[in-house]
């Protein structure tokens, strides 16, 4: 493969740092430029934002931004819409014409949590939040505009290494014991950011289009989750107390079994990706 410029928009997120870090290993395929909000903020003006496609004037897009404040996007959701599918959509009319490929993350919320069994991505979509809403809007956007050179690639239940998702936060209460409680009725699968690290470069390598779902084999609760990363931690669960989605009173509602089928065929189980996570910090005690 000829060497690639790679834009990673959103290079400061969660997954962002995580394949930044990935594609730097593959220097003698890819030339990885990435990007936070304060270099290319979807917010602004379409000029703008395409005078800084044009300096990097990237081969490939991944385009891990996003904004992911659930409960915020309900009172926000101009500025949510405008990130979410505003953004995607002017990626994707830079690269329609100036050429090129784009892998863009989406979200298992822009499903209802209705269909009671995991969801392939042949299943229509139906979001219940404004945050799910405004991800399929993205969604649609990169379809409509590069139906020959865009793939979504959805994943779920997002944990690694920073410290703004669920994994690290369960770590750090049951360190220091301090009492939490854990929804055990919303029902996904939860992706370490390393695996879909591996699924982004496969897509990379094979330039697929359409729809396809990036995360691990399998599905659990979150009071579940909890409970395994605990036993693999080698730490009483005593600090966590289950309770309803209902008890947290969010102001979005919530999809309560947004479980998803792996379009990957050597996709680890969530357990499985769980105890790696868990090696690469020096966490892991012992096998449950």
């Not at 000829?2 to 962002?16: E, R």
């Not at 496609?53 to 081969?59: A, E, R, T, V």
């Not at 949510?80 to 599918?85: D, H, I, P, S």
Request: glycine share 8%; charged share 15%.
């Amino acid at each position: 493969m000829a060497h690639q410029k790679v834009l990673v928009t959103g290079a400061d997120g969660n997954l962002g740092q995580d394949l930044m870090a990935r594609l730097a290993l593959f220097s003698d395929r890819y030339e990885t430029v990435g990007t936070t909000y304060h270099v290319l903020d979807f917010s602004w003006e379409t000029s703008k934002v395409n005078a800084v496609l044009d300096d990097i004037h990237p081969d490939v897009i991944v385009n891990t931004a996003a904004y992911t404040q659930v409960d915020a996007a309900e009172s926000q959701p101009e500025l949510t819409t405008q990130v979410n599918a505003g953004g995607p959509k002017l990626l994707a009319q830079w690269l329609q014409k100036n050429g090129g490929y784009m892998v863009h993350i989406s979200t298992d919320y822009v499903f209802d949590g209705q269909k009671g069994s995991p969801y392939t991505p042949q299943d229509t979509p139906n979001p219940i939040n404004h945050y799910g809403v405004s991800k399929l809007g993205g969604e649609k956007a990169v379809l409509e505009t590069l139906p020959a050179a865009g793939i979504v690639l959805r994943t779920s239940w997002l944990f690694g290494a920073a410290a703004q998702n669920f994994v690290p936060f369960l770590i750090r209460s049951a360190q220091s014991q301090t009492p939490i409680r854990v929804v055990y009725d919303q029902v996904g699968t939860p992706t370490w950011t390393g695996n879909l690290c591996k699924m982004i470069l496969k897509v990379l390598e094979d330039r697929p289009v359409g729809i396809l779902h990036g995360c691990s084999s399998g599905y659990t609760s979150r009071y579940d989750q909890a409970q395994y990363v605990c036993q693999c931690l080698g730490v009483a669960s005593k600090f966590i107390t289950p309770v309803t989605t209902e008890s947290f009173k969010f102001t979005a509602q919530r999809p309560m079994n947004t479980a998803m089928i792996s379009s990957f065929e050597d996709a680890p189980s969530w357990q499985e990706a769980t105890v790696k996570f868990l090696e690469t910090q020096g966490l892991f005690k012992s096998y449950v």
